[in-house]
């Protein structure tokens, strides 16, 4: 006759479950928001810097997002991700604006800053920027940026 304490099944019920972590949604949709702010300025910056728009960059936005998300959300919940991706999208549009409108700036020989600002305080203005510049290559990279906002903003935080 089996040892009914020595069982697999006894052994796995006697151990005490593990308590759910608290999902931290205020905390976690401003990492994501600064995050995709900063993701934004970076893949300017990086355009300004090298004067070659790079398709990879909303990748690194996306990375970006979800990992600020995961870490401050720390759950795993699926609202963490659907957060996750849609800040991963507004921090792609960003940095798109951005890198356009500082391409335009240096283009027209006027400061970047200044141009920049003209362009953001004007959303008829940066709608149309964003629009005209958008190509079907950009569609395939913010794909996967709102992607790997999700998914990793969909696992939860190591303790």
């Given at each position: 006759?089996?040892?009914?304490?020595?069982?697999?099944?006894?052994?796995?019920?006697?151990?005490?479950?593990?308590?759910?972590?608290?999902?931290?949604?205020?905390?976690?949709?401003?990492?994501?928001?600064a995050a995709a702010l900063v993701g934004a300025v970076l893949w300017a910056v990086v355009t300004v810097v090298t004067h070659y728009?790079?398709?990879?960059?909303?990748?690194?936005?996306?990375?970006?997002?979800?990992?600020?998300?995961?870490?401050?959300?720390?759950?795993?919940?699926?609202?963490?991700?659907?957060?996750?991706?849609?800040?991963?999208?507004?921090?792609?549009?960003?940095?798109?604006?951005?890198?356009?409108?500082?391409?335009?700036?240096?283009?027209?020989?006027?400061?970047?800053?200044?141009?920049?600002?003209?362009?953001?305080?004007?959303?008829?203005?940066?709608?149309?920027?964003?629009?005209?510049?958008?190509?079907?290559?950009?569609?395939?990279?913010?794909?996967?940026?709102?992607?790997?906002?999700?998914?990793?903003?969909?696992?939860?935080?190591?303790?």
């Amino acid at each position: 006759m089996p040892d009914p304490v020595n069982t697999p099944a006894a052994a796995t019920s006697a151990a005490p479950p593990a308590e759910p972590i608290a999902t931290n949604l205020p905390v976690a949709l401003a990492a994501g928001l600064a995050a995709a702010l900063v993701g934004a300025v970076l893949w300017a910056v990086v355009t300004v810097v090298t004067h070659y728009r790079l398709g990879l960059a909303a990748v690194g936005v996306g990375f970006l997002v979800g990992w600020a998300v995961q870490r401050t959300g720390r759950s795993g919940a699926p609202v963490l991700g659907i957060a996750g991706a849609v800040l991963a999208f507004v921090g792609c549009l960003l940095g798109n604006l951005l890198a356009d409108a500082s391409v335009i700036a240096q283009q027209g020989g006027t400061p970047i800053a200044g141009t920049v600002l003209a362009v953001l305080a004007r959303p008829s203005l940066a709608i149309r920027i964003v629009t005209e510049g958008f190509s079907a290559m950009q569609v395939l990279f913010y794909g996967i940026a709102v992607y790997e906002g999700f998914k990793i903003a969909r696992r939860p935080a190591p303790p």
